[in-house]
Nanobody
Framework: QVQLVESGGGLVQAGGSLRLSCSAS????????MGWYRQAPGKQRELVAG???????KYADSVKGRFTISRDNAKNTMYLQMNSLKPEDTAVYYC???????????????WGQGTQVTVSS
C-alpha cells in the first residue's frame, strides 16, 4: 500500500503563489501516471497537471504557463508550483498515483486526502 499526504495549501491573494507537496509513504515500484487533481464546490474533479512514466507532462488549459508539476524521486515527493493564482483556482487539490507499490502488488489508483487552496480576489 501507498499513502499519499498533501501539504502546502492555504489562503493566498490573487496573483500570489503556492507550492503543494505530495509525499508518498514509500518508494513506488512503478507508476503509469501521477498528477494533481482539483475539485471545486459543485464541480467534478478535474486533472490539473500530470506526468507519465516517460516524463511527458499534461496541464489543464486553464493552468498552462502558471502551474508546474515536478518530482523529487529521492524524497518520494511530487510538487505543484502554482503561480499567478486566480480566484477560480480555489478548490481542494488532490494528488494521485496510478501505479504499483511493489513487484507483488497489483496496479492501483492511490489518492491523498486533499489540501484546500483558497484564492481571494
Amino acid at each position: 500500500q501507498v499513502q499519499l499526504v498533501e501539504s502546502g495549501g492555504g489562503l493566498v491573494q490573487a496573483g500570489g503563489s503556492l507550492r503543494l507537496s505530495c509525499s508518498a509513504s514509500r518508494t513506488i515500484f512503478w507508476f503509469n501516471t501521477m498528477g494533481w487533481y482539483r475539485q471545486a464546490p459543485g464541480k467534478q474533479r478535474e486533472l490539473v497537471a500530470g506526468i507519465t512514466v516517460g516524463g511527458n507532462t499534461k496541464y489543464a488549459d486553464s493552468v498552462k504557463g502558471r502551474f508546474t508539476i515536478s518530482r523529487d524521486n529521492a524524497k518520494n515527493t511530487m510538487y505543484l508550483q502554482m503561480n499567478s493564482l486566480k480566484p477560480e483556482d480555489t478548490a481542494v487539490y488532490y494528488c494521485n498515483v496510478d501505479g504499483r507499490a511493489d513487484s507483488w502488488s497489483r496496479r492501483e489508483n492511490y489518492w491523498g486526502q486533499g489540501t484546500q487552496v483558497t484564492v481571494s480576489s
